[in-house]
């Protein structure tokens, strides 16, 4: 059989599209300091693709930055072009060429070079330099600005550098630095050390001068974690009374530095900040506080001089929230030492000993919590917060029955403490005497219990009371505001009985005194009447009636008009019992701190017999 025939050859490539022509007669002509225009003629077309645009590149000769190169679309048909934002007195290159439909970039035209106009001011003030992550714990790296163009273009940057606080004190750190490099200050140059705050600053020269001064920088430290000293810290709620809280103020070893940190906090109740933590070297604590409300924190480095500045405050957080104690409970909590022998800590174990010492069933103590003591190392503890090597215990203490612990419907729905019932009350003052008494049992968590701190109830508020060794109800505050209120009723009768009889008195004590000294009232017999007698008392003495009464009178010898009354010691002398008689108007009172004085207001002057003795004064001494 015949052979079949060979197949066809392949078809022939396509030709490939010929290079666009570029434009010709490239022109070049300075505008100004920072503009030169640039002109070309359109190249005849002859065939092949179309022009989609053309492509303008622009070569830096001279300057901070040679051989830096730009390129620039530019419309197909445009024969002019006007480049901006160059360098003062540099010299460009340019050349363009033709793109294709495709993306086919055809020739290069020729070079042509041309050099911009001089800088006609000195620059203005450079932006800040800004920090870089990367310091390490001797140095701060910092990257500056790139370099201006423009008729006042920068030739170089200058750094500055000063202690950060409220008056700087600048030097150079650096000269002819160039834009948009990374410059290390290290630690012993330049005035910069460890555990100081520094800020920096640029200034920028030219062949027309130097700028003013650039902004100031933020605060910087050897390390390279400001930023972290800024950021708020992270905390986490972890008992009712207790939280952790964590910050990134030495994350990358230098902690060798020595930082001190103080941990503050703000409760949402007020806009005051308290230190929580004075001193501490850590950077991660579980502190003591007690929070239902919310509160914020934030940390200040102690001992870095010049930091100005606190980190942000965390968001608002409360502490845990405990289940309200059952119907009738008292809440209470105690703390303990950590032992020298491990002893188990259990909610179970702590309630067997308790109620163990206490002589009561295991029902009624129940143990709420168990916070674990603060961690960490800081120089001082507080009482209301801060760091604690102590665990706390916090239990519900029952009454005896049990038909008491059903909680009412609306205190359930509500979640309400109810008011404890009087049984709880003794038990927890039990508790608070035998803490108070030294003498728990040994080999129970009782003999570990801080016996100073003793035992402290805990209310719905979240204040913490110390509970009282005085037996209930004497210790209620419902017996002692009774009692206040019914000695105040007391003393508010006496006084006013006292008040209503002075006006009467002090009238006649007037009358008297109209009618002259020169004929002197005698003084009258005492009444038979006891009870007008105590009368006459306390209205001479101003208080109540003095008990046991004696009374003393002076002989005729004359005494100070300004001070009646006041006769010499030896002048008293013990006077018969009728001088104790009502006063009349013509003995008005005179107070003295002790005795109480009678005197005439002549002051004796003119001595007249009064029975068996010649006396014009008498004074009442209450035994």
Same mark, same amino acid.
């Given at each position: 059989?015949?052979?079949?025939?060979?197949?066809?050859?392949?078809?022939?490539?396509?030709?490939?599209?010929?290079?666009? %022509?570029?434009?010709?007669?490239?022109?070049?002509?300075?505008?100004?300091?920072?503009?030169?225009?640039?002109?070309?003629?359109?190249?005849?077309?002859?065939?092949?693709?179309?022009?989609?645009?053309?492509?303008?590149?622009?070569?830096?000769?001279?300057?901070?930055?040679?051989?830096?190169?730009?390129?620039?679309?530019?419309?197909?048909?445009?024969?002019?072009?006007?480049?901006?934002?160059?360098?003062?007195?540099?010299?460009?290159?340019?050349?363009?060429?033709?793109?294709?439909?495709?993306?086919?970039?055809?020739?290069?035209?020729?070079?042509?070079?041309?050099?911009?106009?001089?800088?006609?001011?000195?620059?203005?003030?450079?932006?800040?330099?800004?920090?870089?992550?990367?310091?390490?714990?001797?140095?701060?790296?910092?990257?500056?600005?790139?370099?201006?163009?423009?008729?006042?273009?920068?030739?170089?940057?200058?750094?500055?550098?000063?202690?950060?606080?409220?008056?700087?004190?600048?030097?150079?750190?650096?000269?002819?630095?160039?834009?948009?490099?990374?410059?290390?200050?290290?630690?012993?140059?330049?005035?910069?050390?460890?555990?100081?705050?520094?800020?920096?600053?640029?200034?920028?020269?030219?062949?027309?001068?130097?700028?003013?001064?650039?902004?100031?920088?933020?605060?910087?430290?050897?390390?390279?974690?400001?930023?972290?000293?800024?950021?708020?810290?992270?905390?986490?709620?972890?008992?009712?009374?207790?939280?952790?809280?964590?910050?990134?103020?030495?994350?990358?070893?230098?902690?060798?530095?020595?930082?001190?940190?103080?941990?503050?906090?703000?409760?949402?109740?007020?806009?005051?900040?308290?230190?929580?933590?004075?001193?501490?070297?850590?950077?991660?604590?579980?502190?003591?506080?007690?929070?239902?409300?919310?509160?914020?924190?934030?940390?200040?480095?102690?001992?870095?001089?010049?930091?100005?500045?606190?980190?942000?405050?965390?968001?608002?957080?409360?502490?845990?929230?405990?289940?309200?104690?059952?119907?009738?409970?008292?809440?209470?909590?105690?703390?303990?030492?950590?032992?020298? %022998?491990?002893?188990?800590?259990?909610?179970?174990?702590?309630?067997?000993?308790?109620?163990?010492?206490?002589?009561?069933?295991?029902?009624?103590?129940?143990?709420?919590?168990?916070?674990?003591?603060?961690?960490?190392?800081?120089?001082?503890?507080?009482?209301?917060?801060?760091?604690?090597?102590?665990?706390?215990?916090?239990?519900?203490?029952?009454?005896?029955?049990?038909?008491?612990?059903?909680?009412?419907?609306?205190?359930?729905?509500?979640?309400?403490?109810?008011?404890?019932?009087?049984?709880?009350?003794?038990?927890?003052?039990?508790?608070?005497?035998?803490?108070?008494?030294?003498?728990?049992?040994?080999?129970?968590?009782?003999?570990?219990?801080?016996?100073?701190?003793?035992?402290?109830?805990?209310?719905?508020?979240?204040?913490?009371?110390?509970?009282?060794?005085?037996?209930?109800?004497? %210790?209620?505050?419902?017996?002692?505001?009774?009692?206040?209120?019914?000695?105040?009723?007391?003393?508010?009768?006496?006084?006013?009985?006292?008040?209503?009889?002075?006006?009467?008195?002090?009238?006649?004590?007037?009358?008297?005194?109209?009618?002259?000294?020169?004929?002197?009232?005698?003084?009258?017999?005492?009444?038979?009447?006891?009870?007008?007698?105590?009368?006459?008392?306390?209205?001479?003495?101003?208080?109540?009636?003095?008990?046991?009464?004696?009374?003393?009178?002076?002989?005729?010898?004359?005494?100070?008009?300004?001070?009646?009354?006041?006769?010499?010691?030896?002048?008293?002398?013990?006077?018969?019992? %009728?001088?104790?008689?009502?006063?009349?108007?013509?003995?008005?009172?005179?107070?003295?701190?002790?005795?109480?004085?009678?005197?005439?207001?002549?002051?004796?002057?003119?001595?007249?017999?009064?029975?068996?003795?010649?006396?014009?004064?008498?004074?009442?001494?209450?035994?």
């Amino acid at each position: 059989p015949a052979a079949p025939p060979p197949p066809p050859p392949p078809p022939r490539p396509p030709l490939a599209p010929a290079l666009l %022509s570029p434009p010709k007669r490239l022109r070049l002509r300075t505008t100004s300091c920072d503009a030169i225009t640039v002109r070309w003629v359109l190249p005849a077309q002859r065939g092949g693709q179309p022009v989609e645009r053309l492509l303008l590149r622009a070569t830096m000769l001279d300057g901070p930055s040679p051989h830096e190169e730009a390129l620039l679309d530019v419309p197909a048909d445009s024969t002019e072009f006007i480049a901006t934002g160059l360098r003062a007195a540099t010299t460009y290159r340019f050349a363009i060429a033709a793109v294709s439909a495709a993306g086919v970039r055809g020739q290069w035209s020729e070079w042509e070079d041309e050099t911009t106009g001089r800088v006609e001011s000195a620059p203005d003030p450079p932006e800040a330099p800004l920090p870089r992550a990367q310091s390490t714990c001797d140095s701060i790296r910092l990257r500056l600005p790139a370099l201006r163009v423009g008729c006042s273009a920068d030739a170089s940057l200058d750094l500055e550098v000063s202690p950060a606080g409220p008056t700087p004190h600048w030097s150079v750190a650096r000269r002819s630095l160039e834009g948009s490099e990374e410059v290390i200050v290290e630690a012993g140059t330049s005035g910069v050390t460890t555990r100081s705050a520094f800020v920096f600053r640029l200034r920028a020269t030219n062949s027309r001068g130097e700028s003013a001064p650039g902004p100031q920088s933020a605060s910087l430290v050897t390390g390279g974690y400001a930023d972290e000293m800024r950021a708020a810290p992270v905390v986490q709620a972890q008992s009712s009374a207790s939280y952790l809280i964590e910050w990134g103020g030495v994350l990358r070893g230098c902690a060798s530095h020595g930082v001190l940190w103080s941990v503050q906090y703000r409760r949402t109740s007020t806009t005051r900040w308290d230190a929580l933590v004075s001193r501490t070297s850590e950077s991660r604590l579980v502190v003591e506080l007690r929070c239902p409300e919310g509160c914020s924190f934030r940390v200040l480095p102690s001992n870095i001089k010049g930091w100005p500045e606190p980190s942000a405050a965390s968001e608002p957080l409360p502490t845990l929230k405990l289940h309200p104690p059952a119907h009738g409970a008292v809440r209470t909590q105690f703390s303990l030492f950590a032992a020298n %022998s491990p002893i188990e800590l259990a909610a179970a174990r702590v309630g067997r000993d308790v109620s163990a010492a206490l002589g009561v069933a295991e029902g009624r103590v129940r143990c709420v919590e168990l916070r674990p003591p603060a961690t960490g190392t800081a120089d001082e503890e507080k009482e209301d917060g801060g760091l604690s090597r102590r665990t706390m215990v916090v239990l519900d203490l029952l009454p005896a029955s049990h038909a008491m612990l059903a909680v009412p419907g609306d205190s359930a729905h509500g979640g309400l403490w109810t008011q404890p019932e009087a049984a709880a009350l003794e038990l927890a003052r039990r508790l608070a005497v035998l803490l108070a008494s030294r003498e728990a049992p040994a080999g129970t968590v009782l003999s570990r219990a801080d016996f100073a701190a003793g035992l402290q109830r805990l209310h719905e508020s979240g204040r913490c009371q110390r509970v009282s060794t005085t037996p209930w109800p004497l %210790s209620s505050f419902s017996f002692q505001l009774a009692l206040t209120l019914v000695l105040g009723c007391c003393f508010l009768f006496a006084l006013r009985r006292v008040l209503a009889r002075c006006p009467q008195r002090h009238a006649k004590a007037f009358e008297g005194a109209a009618a002259g000294h020169e004929e002197q009232q005698p003084i009258k017999q005492p009444q038979e009447d006891e009870d007008e007698e105590d009368d006459h008392e306390s209205i001479v003495a101003g208080m109540p009636p003095p008990l046991n009464p004696k009374i003393y009178a002076c002989s005729g010898r004359a005494l100070p008009p300004d001070e009646p009354g006041r006769a010499a010691a030896d002048d008293w002398h013990d006077a018969p019992e %009728s001088f104790l008689s009502d006063a009349g108007p013509a003995l008005p009172v005179r107070a003295a701190s002790s005795p109480v004085v009678l005197a005439s207001a002549d002051g004796c002057e003119q001595p007249e017999e009064v029975g068996s003795e010649e006396a014009r004064c008498v004074r009442l001494v209450t035994l």
